[in-house]
């Protein structure tokens, strides 16, 4: 380097996709993202690129060697290391004067603070027992959460504080049950609920091997992922967490949209009324594939 750090200097080729007013309000702000793997750690790789101030960190796991294929703070030196403790790292020397506070498998008691502390909340999980405590908690405080489907596609979709939760919009079998209270069956109801949204709404079965597929869905494999979608992923959400920390209208509802790279197209939901038709007809298709 040649010379001492300097913010403006480092930020200075964000100005004109921002103004300086709105890089200073991303210099001030604070994000919550839980969960730094895959399309969370994408996410933050943008975030702290873009000069956001102050991130809020939260995983579980360390890094392995099956992450170094899609996870954007995997390398083999981080292998081992925590997760989000590598991601800090790495993220300080993009910008030393970056806040970054990291928890760990302790985030679950932390959560208040966590969300009421941040402008907005990114969901960066797999786990579900997760995703309700981070949606049932923003909503309590206001806040809205950034998410994407377990999908073969790049989606979004952002949840503000008064639109209805995944759980409640998906239908899952969790309403009244405490975040940390799911059965198995639980667990595996929501998964085919939001793989029945996924398959209804999008061409993702085109684009993925289902009898693959199926076996995840089954419980016999870890989900598929791939770079390009994760990363992209990612950085959809870095977008909408941008959006929201300057006040500026989101481009994703709670029902989010699909982006497809393979036809160059946005697959936004079906009519509710025509979705509500072929419903019972996926769900069938996902029973089926399932059973291969």
């Given at each position: 380097?040649?010379?001492?750090?300097?913010?403006?200097?480092?930020?200075?080729?964000?100005?004109?996709?921002?103004?300086?007013?709105?890089?200073?309000?991303?210099?001030?702000?604070?994000?919550?993202?839980?969960?730094?793997?895959g399309m969370g750690g994408a996410c933050v790789f943008a975030l702290a690129r873009a000069g956001v101030g102050k991130l809020i960190l939260a995983d579980i796991d360390e890094f392995e060697i099956s992450n170094l294929n899609?996870?954007?703070?995997?390398?083999?030196?981080?292998?081992?290391?925590?997760?989000?403790?590598?991601?800090r790292d790495i993220c300080l020397t993009i910008n030393p004067e970056l806040e970054?506070?990291?928890?760990?498998?302790?985030?679950?008691?932390?959560?208040?603070?966590?969300?009421?502390?941040s402008?907005?909340?990114?969901?960066?999980?797999?786990?579900?027992?997760?995703?309700?405590?981070?949606?049932?908690t923003a909503k309590k405080h206001g806040k809205s959460v950034i998410d994407a489907y377990a999908s073969p596609l790049p989606s979004i979709y952002v949840t503000r504080a008064n639109d209805p939760a995944p759980e409640f919009r998906?239908?899952?079998?969790?309403?009244?049950?405490?975040?940390?209270?799911?059965?198995?069956?639980?667990?595996?109801?929501?998964?085919?609920?939001?793989?029945?949204?996924?398959?209804?709404?999008?061409?993702?079965?085109?684009?993925?091997?289902?009898?693959?597929?199926?076996?995840?869905?089954?419980?016999?494999?870890s989900r598929m992922s791939f770079a390009p979608m994760v990363l992209t992923t990612g950085n959809l959400m870095a977008?909408?967490?941008?959006n929201g920390v300057l006040g500026k209208p989101h481009g994703a509802d709670c029902r989010g949209w699909f982006f497809n790279p393979y036809k160059g197209r946005v697959e936004r939901p079906k009519n509710a009324i025509f979705a509500s038709l072929l419903k019972p007809i996926v769900n069938r298709f996902l029973r089926n594939m399932m059973n291969r």
């Open positions: 380097m040649t010379g001492p750090f300097s913010y403006q200097e480092f930020t200075t080729r964000n100005i004109g996709f921002v103004t300086h007013e709105e890089q200073d309000k991303l210099r001030g702000a604070t994000v919550f993202v839980c969960g730094t793997g899609r996870q954007a703070f995997a390398f083999l030196r981080t292998v081992d290391q925590h997760k989000a403790e590598a991601t970054i506070f990291v928890y760990h498998g302790d985030w679950t008691n932390h959560v208040d603070d966590a969300i009421g502390q402008a907005i909340v990114v969901n960066g999980t797999d786990d579900l027992a997760a995703s309700l405590l981070l949606y049932r998906l239908g899952y079998p969790t309403i009244g049950t405490a975040w940390n209270n799911l059965s198995n069956e639980q667990r595996s109801e929501a998964f085919l609920s939001e793989a029945s949204y996924v398959l209804l709404h999008s061409s993702s079965r085109h684009h993925i091997d289902l009898d693959l597929a199926g076996e995840v869905a089954a419980g016999k494999r977008y909408e967490a941008i």
